[in-house]
């Protein structure tokens, strides 16, 4: 069975950083594109950032362009997400997820969704 852990999530004020992890458990890391989604209170699960296989492309809402990073590190079976300049709609519960990939890569494999990390923005 395949799992996916994130962590890294917490309390931040405005205008900082947090850096997001998600690894892998239970199979090959590498040849699967990959992706960050969130959801806030209230809201649905919506598409931030993805990464193709072999880390060659990345995509990003336009929300988080430019201030968001996502990266992969397939020796460690570990997706990472750098959050800089953070605001208080970042707010959310931040998911990792195998994705479609090329013209798909914002839609998630699968609505199997792990535990996530809470990210939270405030002064």
């Known amino acids: 069975q395949v799992h996916l852990v994130e962590s890294g999530g917490g309390l931040v004020r405005p205008g900082g950083s947090l850096r997001l992890s998600c690894v892998a458990f239970?199979?090959?890391?590498?040849?699967?594109?990959m992706g960050w989604f969130r959801q806030a209170p209230g809201a649905e699960r919506e598409f931030v950032a993805a990464i193709s296989w072999n880390g060659g492309t990345t995509h990003y809402a336009d929300s988080v362009k430019d201030r968001f990073t996502i990266s992969r590190d397939d020796a460690k079976k570990t997706l990472y997400l750098q959050m800089n300049s953070l605001k208080p709609e970042d707010t959310a519960v931040y998911y990792c997820?195998?994705?479609?990939?090329?013209?798909?890569?914002?839609?998630?494999?699968?609505?199997?969704w792990g535990q996530g990390t809470q990210v939270t923005v405030s002064s």
């Open positions: 997820a195998d994705t479609l990939g090329g013209s798909y890569y914002r839609y998630p494999k699968s609505t199997d």
């Open positions: 239970g199979r090959a890391f590498n040849n699967y594109a």
